[in-house]
């Protein structure tokens, strides 16, 4: 028996996307059938507002369908394909991707060769005589392409087939005929064959600078867990010595607390007899007022006078001490709970001194900044303006504890010490080699409140005169709107809690210099970290209408 031709046509196994044959042909809830990658490429588009729509009935899905290939369907167009392929040449129509036939007219076949000498794609049937004609034969093909305008030179309409390196431009054989003749062209090939080397290079120069970053991420990585680690590490043995401190305490605390319960049941105890002697005593000298009572109403004389002696008989004096003893531990170990008592609440008093952003990256910050302002007060020393040193513009007071801008000169006499363009001035005490704080109030346009070396310049109105501006002084700039500080002339603007009060530390054997905001509380603006080589001075520079007061402490 002959077998049945299928009762479908091609055109009715089309794409409505692409309008060609399907091609792993799928099937959507509506019904409706399409490519597999046309329909993935018409949602894709949609994807962003998650609407899914039928190309054909417009039908809306909440969520994108799942996509399952149509089996019956692409079996139904093989056979198709097949029965087709019995009475007819093989066709093969252009995709949404591939290159269409410039000489097919209608619709267009898929082109199987581009002929770079026609400028022309042609499909199977239409390259024929590029196969054939001996003339034909001659011309460049090459597999199908598109965007042929890009490879023609937009001037002579050639194909661009040369490289000028001189110009490194594409260029026809007529532009290296003519313009480029003295550049140093080359074909496509030897320049892409040239060009591939270096990418080549390139790729392995980029290979090697991958591997190394992935090295050093690993590194980074390593290092994460080595800090985290450590920190863990840091953090038990903490917790292990607090604990251990914390439990010393309590043991402490409990034998102190067992001794003086001790003590006060010995004591209580001692009491309790003495009460119990007493009753008793009180109990006879009752049966005795009540005999005496009874003895004074018998009428009889002489048996009064005969009972009267053995009731006179004074009682035995009590010479029990009963006063309570208020030492419930001994004097030595009193005096050690004291100075215990004292290091606890000196203990206490440690607090985290805040920061600026400027001191986050200085992890030993942590540790040199659990420090009061009653630790540091431990460190202050007094200090006194010298008057040698002062601008003729500064005139001191308060036993020259107080420093003020003056309009009218003062007519200091001339010293070398004296700084004459500049308004500042420094104390007379030098700092070397110990740990000193002091305090300082200021008022006015802004002040410097800085140290310095003796040998910084006092003549002139040159940088080396002013501190902060050179090598040889640190200062903090307090002004109405902000904080910054100053070394060797690199200025490091300061956000810290804003005071009229501020707090200088100085450590020579650390190498550091903190400057701290005083109110309420007391805040870190700044700390330099450095070496001082010199002895130091502290000192202080002014704008107009300012004064500075060092504080007493």
């Not at 809306?60 to 167009?77: D, G, Y």
């Not at 001794?259 to 309790?272: F, S």
């Not at 005593?281 to 009889?300: F, G, N, Q, V």
């Amino acid at each position: 028996m002959a077998a049945a031709k299928p009762s479908v046509s091609m055109d009715q196994c089309t794409c409505s996307v692409c309008l060609e044959v399907l091609r792993e042909p799928v099937t959507i809830p509506c019904g409706h059938s399409y490519c597999l990658k046309c329909i993935n490429r018409y949602w894709s588009q949609t994807d962003r507002l998650k609407i899914y729509r039928c190309p054909q009935c417009r039908r809306v899905f909440s969520a994108r369908p799942e996509l399952n290939r149509n089996t019956i369907l692409a079996e139904l167009i093989e056979k198709l394909k097949e029965a087709k392929a019995d009475v007819s040449p093989s066709h093969n129509y252009t995709g949404p991707d591939g290159v269409c036939c410039d000489v097919c007219p209608g619709r267009k076949l898929s082109a199987v060769k581009t002929c770079l000498t026609c400028m022309a794609s042609y499909c199977e049937a239409h390259l024929q005589p590029h196969r054939q004609s001996e003339a034909l034969k001659r011309h460049k093909l090459e597999e199908p392409t598109g965007n042929l305008e890009e490879k023609l030179c937009p001037k002579h309409q050639k194909v661009l087939e040369m490289f000028c390196r001189t110009d490194e431009s594409c260029v026809c054989s007529m532009c290296a005929a003519t313009e480029h003749k003295s550049h140093d062209t080359v074909t496509l090939d030897m320049e892409r064959a040239e060009r591939q080397s270096q990418l080549k290079k390139r790729k392995a120069e980029m290979k090697k600078k991958v591997e190394e970053k992935e090295t050093k991420l690993r590194e980074m990585k390593d290092t994460i867990v080595r800090i985290q680690s450590s920190a863990d590490t840091e953090v038990q043995e903490l917790e292990e010595t607090f604990t251990s401190v914390l439990e010393s305490i309590k043991r402490l605390r409990s034998e102190v607390a067992e001794v003086i319960r001790d003590y006060e049941q010995k004591e209580v105890r001692k009491t309790e007899e003495l009460m119990e002697q007493l009753e008793k005593e009180i109990e006879e000298l009752k049966r005795r007022d009540a005999e005496l009572a009874e003895l004074s109403k018998i009428d009889d004389h002489i048996h009064f006078m005969k009972k009267l002696p053995s009731f006179c008989d004074t009682p035995k004096e009590d010479t029990s001490n009963i006063a309570a003893n208020g030492d419930f531990i001994p004097e030595t170990l009193r005096k050690d709970l004291s100075d215990l008592k004292r290091s606890l609440e000196e203990l206490s008093g440690w607090e985290f001194v805040k920061r600026s952003e400027a001191e986050a990256d200085d992890p030993c910050q942590v540790l040199q900044n659990l420090r009061s302002r009653n630790y540091l007060l431990k460190h202050s020393c007094p200090l006194t303006l010298d008057l040698n040193t002062a601008h003729r513009h500064l005139r001191l007071s308060q036993g020259n504890k107080k420093v003020t801008h003056k309009e009218v000169e003062t007519p200091y006499p001339d010293h070398p010490d004296r700084f004459d363009f500049w308004l500042q001035v420094l104390c007379r005490e030098t700092l070397s080699g110990t740990r000193c704080y002091w305090e300082a109030e200021w008022s006015g346009d802004g002040v410097a409140m800085a140290v310095t070396y003796k040998g910084i310049s006092r003549k002139g109105r040159s940088d080396k005169c002013v501190f902060g501006f050179n090598e040889k002084s640190w200062c903090l700039i307090c002004s109405e709107s902000n904080y910054s500080v100053r070394h060797n002339n690199l200025k490091t603007q300061i956000s810290a809690p804003y005071s009229h009060r501020i707090g200088v530390y100085l450590d020579c054997p650390s190498g550091s210099l903190s400057f701290y905001s005083i109110s309420d509380t007391m805040t870190l603006i700044h700390k330099f970290k450095t070496s001082f080589t010199e002895p130091l001075y502290p000192a202080f520079g002014f704008n107009f209408n300012s004064s500075v007061t060092i504080c007493p402490l």
